[in-house]
């Protein structure tokens, strides 16, 4: 009976699935016929449609604008969520486009900046953890690098889908990178950084409260991973903020490496991880301020938020404990 109850729910589930998996491989793999120039413009149209007729999407933006700068009129505001949305609509093109970049040819499209910072951290034979987020053409940034022949592990979320999971990790990895799961591949995460190997990680996204630590961003508590900071902690890593952002003027994209951040090291373990937490998430905001119209407004990173009835921990800087977990 239960065999019979469930079997509904899961070739609905299948189908949706193949039908998901078929519509964004469709349009991805159409892009990518599409001259390059042509691919971007398509994919900002497609942004802006899809905005004009979501209006919890625009929503979620216009509150995260409104949290984040208060001062802005709201005309101002309404500019950089839609320079967000373009912003996306670029990615999608670029993405498309990935299988026609190679080593002869990706100077055309994107040029280092700061790139003395990445090669020195290299140079001192401990691992780099490229400290990234949301912004730009973020899934170009790490296949770039490869392809300048600077191949990284890159650790993902997989995405819910497998088909568009598996189309996704293809694109990711035709440069030489490597895709590891955030659910399941700590240990060789943690393994590559003790051999000197570079580790990309996303870290600007919302966290549940018992996976997170509460720090200040843009003034507001944002729960967020003390992953790049344990890590960090137990392996000796670098940490280089790098990030991609699109240069209008020149027509280019710009790949990023910021100064190491300072990180605390003393022999209290949980007060590093929080406080090297708080400094991280200081550092991407002042990014995210540098360029506002290319961040993903339309997360709702400050979902989770403290339990009134809760009294956290005080740590330096603002950052209060949620739980920080152990491997």
Avoid at 7 to 30: F, I, K
Avoid at 115 to 124: N, T, V
Avoid at 178 to 184: C, G, P
Wanted: glycine share 8%; net charge positive.
């Amino acid at each position: 009976m239960l065999a019979t109850e469930s079997s509904p729910v899961n070739l609905s589930s299948a189908v949706r699935q193949w039908a998901e998996g078929a519509c964004v491989g469709a349009l991805v793999r159409g892009a990518g016929w599409l001259p390059r120039r042509w691919a971007c413009r398509f994919g900002i149209l497609v942004a802006g449609l899809l905005a004009l007729v979501s209006p919890r999407l625009r929503r979620v933006g216009q509150d995260n604008l409104a949290l984040a700068f208060p001062e802005l009129p709201e005309p101002a505001r309404t500019r950089l969520l839609w320079g967000c949305i373009a912003n996306l609509g670029r990615l999608f093109g670029e993405f498309s486009q990935l299988p026609k970049l190679h080593a002869g040819n990706i100077a055309e499209l994107v040029e280092y900046e700061g790139f003395e910072h990445f090669a020195a951290a290299r140079a001192q034979g401990r691992g780099v953890i490229f400290f990234t987020g949301h912004l730009g053409a973020w899934e170009l940034s790490a296949y770039a690098h490869a392809l300048y022949g600077h191949p990284l592990t890159v650790l993902v979320r997989p995405i819910d889908n497998p088909r568009i999971d598996a189309l996704v990790r293809h694109y990711r990895t035709r440069s030489g990178n490597r895709i590891l799961s955030k659910h399941r591949d700590l240990r060789s995460l943690v393994a590559g950084l003790r051999r000197g190997e570079t580790v990309g990680i996303l870290a600007d996204v919302n966290v549940q409260p018992q996976h997170g630590i509460f720090c200040p961003f843009f003034g507001r508590p944002a729960c967020t991973s003390p992953l790049v900071a344990r890590l960090a902690r137990r392996t000796g890593a670098v940490v280089i903020p790098g990030y991609m952002v699109w240069d209008a003027r020149r027509a280019r994209h710009r790949l990023i490496f910021e100064p190491p951040v300072d990180l605390a090291r003393t022999t209290d373990e949980a007060h590093d991880i929080a406080e090297n937490t708080a400094r991280l998430t200081r550092r991407w905001e002042a990014v995210v301020r540098r360029y506002p119209d290319q961040w993903l407004w339309i997360h709702r990173r400050w979902k989770s938020q403290p339990a009134s009835a809760v009294n956290p921990t005080a740590v330096p800087d603002g950052a209060t404990f949620a739980t920080l977990g152990r491997d």
